[in-house]
């Protein structure tokens, strides 16, 4: 079974500045995918960024960078120019993609609450 | 389509009551699955349908919860005999599940459910 850990339980950043998330995961599968969702108060889940395993190539999005590192099993989120409207909570997942079929389900993190200052 | 839509919102409901949710997921999405998030905690993994099928079942869904989709369009989750330790919020997410791996999923705003 995964395992998703994510150490930080709350961190706070102040407007425009810059955060990092941690995440580190327990697999033995090879093929696999990462998540970082956000969920905002009172609303629903969102998708930040994705990074395939396969892929050595960290994603980026916009102000949304990961640094993957497979060997060490950690993936965390970069936030640049944080704004207001980050504040949220921030999960790590991951997914299984087994060949022979997968029902690509999401292993979670139990969240970061990242609070940012005005 | 406005996206995955779960109802009801919130519900109270006394320690040993039946309760039902319901989940509409985005038009033509195959795949939907049910999630669990309890306080302090990521979501876990209930349930998952592809299609009408449910395929995998979680060790979490004790014989007292029960999901269908019928003709693989929108999915109930029910609960009976409700217990305190049930109170959590109750996610639904949905991907297009058109077989390559869906590296989205979509989620509603969930069911936030009080047992008391």
């Known amino acids: 079974a995964q395992t998703v850990t994510q150490s930080q339980p709350e961190m706070s950043v102040q407007e425009a500045e810059t955060v990092t998330l941690s995440c580190t995961y327990d697999t033995s599968e090879s093929n696999y995918y990462l998540f970082w969702y956000k969920q905002p108060p009172s609303r629903q889940m969102i998708l930040v960024i994705r990074?395939?395993?396969?892929?050595?190539q960290n994603a980026t999005e916009n102000r949304f960078s990961v640094n993957f590192q497979k060997a060490a099993k950690s993936f965390s989120l970069k936030i640049s120019d944080s704004q207001l409207g980050d504040t949220a909570m921030y999960f790590c997942?991951?997914?299984?993609?087994?060949?022979?079929?997968?029902?690509?389900?999401?292993?979670f993190g139990k969240g970061t609450l990242l609070t940012v200052n005005p | 389509d406005t996206g995955v839509s779960q109802n009801p919102r919130h519900k109270i409901t006394k320690r040993g009551q039946n309760v039902t949710f319901r989940c509409d997921p985005i038009s033509e999405h195959n795949r939907l699955y049910w999630y669990r998030q309890t306080l302090g905690q990521g979501p876990e993994f209930l349930t998952y349908f592809q299609n009408e099928a449910q395929l995998e079942k979680s060790r979490l869904l004790s014989d007292r919860f029960s999901a269908e989709r019928p003709k693989g369009s929108f999915s109930t989750l029910e609960i009976q005999r409700t217990e305190q330790g049930d109170s959590a919020m109750y996610l639904c997410?949905?991907?297009?599940?058109?077989?390559?791996?869906?590296?989205?999923?979509?989620f509603g705003q969930g069911t936030r459910l009080t047992v008391v």
């Open positions: 997942a991951f997914m299984s993609d087994r060949s022979g079929g997968s029902n690509y389900k999401l292993t």
């Open positions: 990074q395939e395993a396969y892929k050595q």
């Open positions: 997410a949905s991907s297009p599940g058109q077989g390559a791996p869906d590296t989205e999923a979509f």
